[in-house]
């Protein structure tokens, strides 16, 4: 009988435990639409995954000319304007130098370089702290921002910007209810 008690009991303590994890790990997505800008035909999407503290990226785009090509998230959740300068500049809420994720110095925009093959098709996965989706912490949250693909490669330390070139597709982070 006290081992089935003492059973009973560790199976009901590794029960709350587990439910416990399940309601803590929330998932919060986020998906942007990448249009092209500038009568270029690059296009693709971006969909964010949040638990907890972390945030992942999946980019997939197509249209590309064959090489790198820079990807930033800019301040502002606007492409209305043809050249996609209506999204503002790199988005930078620590006033840092622009340069390579990771590096000493770096925009919280500043991702990285896609890379295209010879179909023009491109994939980027990456994951980081640095970011929320719909948080009060304004100098982490991306949603409302918007990304953008640049016609050249982000050479990390030209600024403000790495010398990306044209802006050829924009999308607005959004939320997904």
């Not at 770096?106 to 093959?117: C, P, R, Y």
């Not at 693909?149 to 044209?166: E, M, R, T, V, W």
């Amino acid at each position: 009988m006290k081992k089935v008690l003492i059973l009973f009991t560790i199976g009901f303590f590794v029960s709350c435990t587990s439910n416990q994890t399940k309601e803590t790990s929330k998932e919060i997505r986020a998906t942007c639409q990448i249009n092209p800008t500038n009568g270029s035909s690059v296009y693709g999407e971006a969909k964010f995954v949040q638990i907890n503290s972390k945030v992942t990226i999946n980019v997939e785009v197509k249209g590309l000319s064959y090489g790198l090509h820079a990807i930033h998230i800019h301040e502002f959740g606007d492409c209305s304007s043809f050249d996609a300068k209506s999204a503002g500049g790199h988005w930078n809420p620590n006033n840092k130098q622009h340069g390579e994720w990771g590096s000493e110095s770096h925009h919280k925009g500043d991702i990285a370089n896609l890379f295209a093959d010879s179909s023009g098709n491109s994939s980027l996965k990456f994951e980081t702290d640095l970011w929320c989706l719909g948080c009060k912490d304004k100098s982490n949250n991306i949603l409302g921002k918007s990304i953008i693909i640049h016609q050249g490669l982000d050479d990390f330390h030209s600024q403000p910007s790495g010398n990306a070139g044209k802006r050829i597709s924009c999308g607005i982070i959004s939320s997904v209810l």
